[in-house]
């Protein structure tokens, strides 16, 4: 298999450099509606993403040797050459969709995620806001590893992945011309995923491309401007707070779970999902006096 340089790495310079750019811009021409830069809030997602590097290190050791034997016990190769790596990106891509996906869908992924979605601002810095718990992303691309994909390949794709996504995380950037809109997934498609109004919630996973969320369901166009962050605000800049928060609340949730299919769906079920007893109380306690729930 040809050498692939680690394209994140020969990227940081341009990451510098655009942060950079950004900076001043926001500086120079001020947008009013816009959440600009929060000297704490990029230093948090620098620093989360400083940490992510020396965490991502760590757990590729287990991940590698798990790639490794699966390739080893396939019968299939597919070859790494100029005609194929495009296939290669194309087909991390799609995998990266349902890896994304399922970090929002299901609660102990979530953990792990919700850390990239933690800042109310939202510019190039939080591009850099990554996790250090990225272990709940492997098992997403093992198909690929079983289809005869190198290990060294999935790397370099999935590498090329982040590095696309690093320009869509700006508000200085407004719709592009309609067919690169409709293809790719742009500032606009991204400015929607990070934003927590009830009808952004859960939207528009593609890395490089969009199409996947236009064939899937999950797409929703930018109308109305975002509000960033979570639903629930964590209000820290304590980088070990903010990689921990959500498997510190689920293990008060398990705690407190009076059940163990209540323990299952804290950890399996979505990020706000109640049991329906519970739910149920919640809505009458809610319900005006006099008033009955259906």
């Known amino acids: 298999m040809p050498h692939l340089p680690d394209v994140v790495l ?52 287990p991940i590698v040797a798990i790639y490794a034997a699966v390739y080893e016990l396939t019968p299939l190769r597919i070859p790494v050459v100029w005609w194929t790596l495009p296939l290669l990106l194309l087909a991390q891509d799609f995998f990266y969709y349902w890896s994304h996906r399922g970090h929002h869908v299901i609660r102990i992924l979530w953990a792990c995620h919700v850390v990239h979605h933690s800042s109310k601002k939202f510019n190039l810095t939080t591009a850099l ?104 605000n964590i209000n820290t800049f304590n980088p070990l707070r903010v990689a921990t928060h959500e498997y510190a609340a689920i293990a008060r949730d398990i705690r407190a779970a009076h059940s163990w299919r209540e323990r299952a769906g804290r950890l399996f079920r979505g990020p706000g999902w109640q049991p329906a007893d519970r739910t149920a109380a919640q809505e009458t306690a809610a319900a005006p006096v006099g008033e009955s729930v259906a």
């Not at 009013?32 to 760590?58: H, K, P």
């Not at 997934?185 to 109004?197: D, E, F, I, K, Y």
């Not at 009808?199 to 930018?222: H, P, Q, T």
């Open 10 to 61: 020969w990227s940081v310079p341009a990451f510098v450099l655009l942060t950079v750019v950004e900076m001043v811009s926001c500086r120079l021409h001020p947008d009013e509606d816009a959440e600009g830069y929060e000297a704490r809030d990029a230093a948090t997602s620098v620093g989360m993403g400083l940490g992510s590097l020396v965490f991502d290190a760590l757990w590729k050791i």
């Open 129 to 232: 806001r990554q996790p250090w718990t990225t272990w709940t992303v492997w098992p997403f691309y093992v198909p690929l590893v079983a289809a005869g994909v190198h290990p060294a390949a999935i790397a370099f794709t999935s590498g090329a992945n982040l590095v696309y996504q690093f320009w869509v995380h700006t508000e200085r950037i407004d719709k592009l011309p309609r067919p690169i809109e409709f293809v790719f997934n742009t500032p606009s498609h991204h400015r929607v995923h990070h934003a927590s109004q009830g009808g952004y919630l859960d939207r528009n996973f593609g890395g490089i491309l969009i199409v996947w969320d236009r064939l899937f369901g999950s797409f929703v166009a930018e109308t109305e401007r975002p509000v960033y962050g979570l639903t629930k």
